[in-house]
């Protein structure tokens, strides 16, 4: 059955809104068809289809709607128009989304493409998005705390890191052989997250249940101490807290209590290329940026 893009926005976008905690009968959290003036000399192109709306009112994101049958990317000029003027509006451009029942994009300014994404973000991990993209510093002149890394490559690794970032790369990989420690660069690089509002809610997965025991006590318990940190079980989810440690086994398994906006980092312990072909539905359900952790004794580190 084709639908028209009526149909779509009812059986499926405003389904999957309400899915990310929009509550779609509060007119002050989400309006429809709000007019934004001077697209061009055609009205209904003037208006967007939703405006996801703040606390005080502002509009966090907007939401423009094709049918199931065109591919959502051809809204991509309207959106760019649309976030661009409520901006001007505003102090402050608001986040875009383009979907037709099936694909999500979400984009952003300041980035030149947008990216397919799981699902809408819940409006806390788009007023967290807010504070981070007004708020942050670079990570590459972040200053690295000695008192948890102090060899120069552990410094150099994480200083690598942050250039790939700051270069707009999503993924990276660290390898580091056994001994030159992983643990300790990775606690030092989400403190230079985390001090460089780039992130707030950070997730360290493990394969194995000692490992994320360690990292729970001797990680972030010893390195991030003011830090609220949780370990996460299938039956015990605590969103309240920061800094989260779980088995991928566990992930594996209940992914899909956390919204696909909620994590700002993630890192993979003793991860492997393989990991990113068995683990591929919770890696690609989360927008976060994501560096995995592996050993190769052949050099004393890699960023790939």
């Keep these: 059955m084709t639908f028209n893009e009526a149909q779509t926005r009812d059986l499926h976008i405003d389904p999957q809104l309400r899915a990310a905690d929009w509550n779609l009968s509060d007119r002050t959290k989400v309006r429809l068809e709000v007019p934004v003036d001077g697209y061009d000399a055609e009205p209904w192109n003037g208006i967007t289809d939703y405006c996801l709306y703040d606390a005080s009112g502002d509009v966090l994101a907007v939401v423009e709607a094709k049918r199931c049958s ?13 976030v661009t003027e409520i901006g001007k509006m505003q102090g402050f451009a608001p986040f875009g989304f383009m ?91 989400i403190d230079v997250f985390l001090r460089a509002n780039q992130a707030q809610n950070v997730l360290f997965l493990a394969d194995r249940d000692a490992l994320v025991d360690q990292t729970l006590t001797d990680g972030f318990k010893a390195h991030l101490p003011n830090e609220p940190r ?50 591929t539905e919770v890696i690609e359900y989360f927008d976060a940026r994501m560096i995995g952790l592996t050993a190769n004794l052949s050099d004393q580190y890699r960023i790939l």
């Design 70 to 82: 065109r591919n959502a990317r051809e809204a991509d000029e309207q959106l760019r128009h649309y």
């Design 99 to 189: 979907a037709n029942g099936h694909d999500i994009w979400f984009w952003e300014v300041g980035l030149a493409h947008p990216r397919l994404v799981a699902g809408f973000f819940a409006p806390a991990d788009l007023e967290r998005l807010r504070f981070l993209r007004q708020n942050r510093q670079p990570l590459e002149t972040t200053p690295i705390n000695n008192s948890i890394v102090d060899r120069p490559y552990q410094h150099e690794a994480i200083r690598r890191l942050g250039e790939a970032f700051a270069a707009n790369k999503r993924r990276a990989l660290l390898v580091m052989a056994t001994g030159t420690g992983k643990t300790r660069v990775a606690m030092a690089l």
């Design 230 to 279: 949780d370990r996460i079980y299938t039956h015990q989810i605590d969103t309240a807290k920061r800094l989260f440690v779980a088995t991928e086994q566990t992930m594996a398994l209940c992914y899909t209590k956390f919204n696909p906006g909620f994590f700002d980092l993630i890192i993979f312990d003793e991860a492997h290329r393989s990991l990113f072909k068995r683990f």
